[in-house]
């Protein structure tokens, strides 16, 4: 079946700008996660949803992040006013089950460069 | 001080060879731990989890020391494959925690 997708795979924006990035997660995964991984990092955590309400949102940096997962399937998440420090690969996992990291599967990620 | 810490590496080793990762992990709270293996430029996968029993996976030997808050990744008879960066990954509630990795080559 199809895996977690995510889109786009490249964003290129200008500092001050306002980016959203789409998770598409395995149908029916009720768990998803998004991490920010840059270069020569682990990924980090951000934010974990549970349906459609984040069940943990401390990853996240600071106020201009924010992300949602309305119908509790796709997941954007939005980033205002960019930084070049904002430059990373974010990734998206889902997961069929609230759980530990084995049952997460992972989306391509998409590489956002601010200029 | 990270919450999880490996060796970036890399390391460099000849094919056949054996070798071994280790990572720490600073929080005693941490609840299931587990190794993910990660290609250039690829997304992350699990490689497999890590019991304090200890656990193989065919060429791989993966050991959980919770009094030491350490655990380790054998990798035997390795392979041209097997070169990727290693992750170590710890789970707490609801976060998922990964260190930063350790890379290896394994040259023909």
């Known amino acids: 079946g199809a895996g977690v997708s995510q889109t786009p795979s490249n964003k290129v924006t200008e500092k001050g700008k306002y980016v959203e990035l789409r998770c598409d997660p395995i149908?029916?995964?009720?768990?998803l996660y998004w991490y920010r991984q840059s270069l020569g990092q682990g990924p980090e955590f951000l934010i974990y949803?549970?349906?459609?309400?984040?069940?943990?949102d401390s990853g996240l940096p600071n106020d201009r992040f924010f992300a949602v997962r309305p119908e509790g399937s796709v997941s954007t998440l939005k980033i205002q006013r960019t930084e070049r420090g904002d430059s990373a690969v974010y990734l998206c996992?889902?997961?069929?089950?609230?759980?530990?990291?084995?049952?997460?599967?992972f989306g391509p990620g998409t590489r956002l460069t601010v200029l | 001080r990270k919450e999880v810490e490996q060796d970036p590496g890399p390391f460099n080793v000849p094919e056949g060879a054996t070798v071994a990762f280790n990572c720490t992990y600073s929080n005693s709270a941490s609840q299931s731990f587990f190794w993910y293996r990660q290609d250039c430029r690829k997304e992350p996968k699990l490689l497999m989890s890590v019991y304090s029993s200890g656990n193989e996976d065919g060429r791989f030997t993966a050991q959980l020391n919770r009094a030491s808050q350490y655990i380790s990744l054998l990798i035997r008879d390795s392979k041209l494959s097997d070169s990727a960066t290693y992750l170590c990954v710890i789970t707490r509630g609801f976060k998922t925690i990964f260190g930063a990795g350790t890379r290896l080559f394994v040259k023909a």
């Open positions: 996992a889902s997961s069929p089950r609230q759980g530990g990291a084995d049952t997460q599967y």
């Open positions: 949803f549970q349906g459609t309400g984040a069940a943990d």
């Open positions: 149908s029916g995964h009720t768990a």
